[in-house]
């Protein structure tokens, strides 16, 4: 298993401009989030998903859409960048919502100028 | 709004030792409470978990404890090795999980 995987590894973004982030694994599980990490400030979250076609959002999803179509992917859209969202992005699996184990990606380093 | 707050400083001790870390939080009563540990640009790798009835829990040389009165979790390493050398996270909650910003700990040789 490889896990929960995430690409690309680093970007550099202009202002205004859009992209997603991807985030597959591949165990089956239910319920995967997105969360971006700053200095000081801890992980965040950004969206959640508790199965394929429902979504939800978690503390900071202003700037951010997410889809999920398969069990297997979750990515998570920037539209318009904004400096603000600089940051590392990662994405968290577990079996099921409420599970006592999140498994994380290896991030995504996001640099907005 | 949820707080949670983690050892500010960064902590240093001497291989063999036990590394204690805080975990303090506030306005909020978690179902449970998690710990990871994370490596430099790498994501967290979950460590273990305490539930709000269970006083303390164990896994080799980890141990967490997990008072609700005193709304606060320590994490002690016993025994601590170089390796053990990463920043530290606890989070708490159980629909939406809130996490501290960590605690680095440096294990010297």
């Known amino acids: 298993n490889a896990g929960v995987t995430q690409t690309p590894k680093f970007q550099v973004l202009k202002t205004g401009q859009s992209m997603t982030l991807q985030c597959a694994q591949d165990m089956n599980h239910e319920y995967m989030s997105w969360y971006r990490q700053d200095p000081g400030m801890g992980l965040r979250l950004i969206h959640y998903?508790?199965?394929?076609?429902?979504?939800d959002q978690g503390e900071v999803p202003n700037g951010y859409n997410v889809s999920r179509s398969t069990t297997e992917d979750f990515p998570l859209r920037l539209l318009s960048a904004a400096p603000s969202q600089t940051s590392v992005y990662f994405c968290?699996?577990?079996?099921?919502?409420?599970?006592?184990?999140?498994?994380f990606g290896p991030g995504t380093r996001l640099l907005v100028l | 709004s949820q707080k949670i707050e983690q050892n500010s400083e960064a902590l240093n001790i001497q291989e063999g030792k036990t590394a204690t870390l805080t975990c303090n939080y506030t306005?909020?009563?978690?179902?449970?409470l998690q710990w990871y540990r994370q490596d430099p640009g790498r994501g967290p790798v979950f460590l273990l978990l305490i539930r709000e009835n269970e006083k303390e829990k164990r896994k080799e040389r980890l141990k967490v404890t997990f008072d609700t009165t005193l709304k606060q979790s320590l994490f002690h390493i016993t025994a601590s090795q170089p390796a053990d050398s990463a920043t530290y996270l606890c989070?708490?909650?159980?629909?939406?999980?809130?996490f501290g910003t960590g605690t680095s700990l440096t294990v010297i040789p």
């Open positions: 998903s508790v199965g394929a076609g429902i979504t």
């Open positions: 989070a708490l909650g159980e629909d939406q999980f809130y």
């Open positions: 968290a699996s577990s079996p099921r919502f409420r599970a006592e184990t999140q498994y």
């Open positions: 306005n909020y009563s978690p179902a449970y």
